[in-house]
């Protein structure tokens, strides 16, 4: 299973996750990211970087994995690859707060 970027990146877009991704799966919407589930090779490494715990296995979640495998697959589809870290949004850290108080 592919790893997928939940709800929980929208307003943040920290980036840590895109600059350890060595595939450039990530794509980028003006308010979150998404991961191209077909390019995505499960290495894991951008799990432990987001600070607002945005990334999950989808073979981890207990329902609705199929709908946010779809999900993240279509906007891949119609937005850019982001390929290297990018400033935050101006809503990161109070985003981060209410994810993590
Ligand atoms: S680090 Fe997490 S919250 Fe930030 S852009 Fe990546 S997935 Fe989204
Ligand atoms: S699991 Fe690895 S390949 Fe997949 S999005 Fe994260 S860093 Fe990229």
Do not use: W
């Not at 600059?19 to 799966?25: F, G, H, K, L, S």
């Amino acid at each position: 299973m592919p790893h997928v970027v939940t709800d929980a990146c929208t307003a943040c877009r920290y980036t840590e996750c895109v600059a350890i991704c060595p595939v450039d799966c990530f794509h980028a919407a003006d308010d979150r990211l998404y991961i191209d589930p077909d390019g995505c090779i499960d290495c894991a490494a951008c799990v432990p970087v987001c600070p607002v715990k945005a990334i999950v296995d989808a073979f981890d979640l207990a329902t609705g994995s199929e709908e946010l495998i779809a999900l993240n697959r279509q906007r891949s589809r119609e937005l850019p690859v982001i390929d290297g870290k990018s400033a935050p949004l101006p809503t990161a850290e109070a985003r981060r707060q209410s994810l993590n108080p």
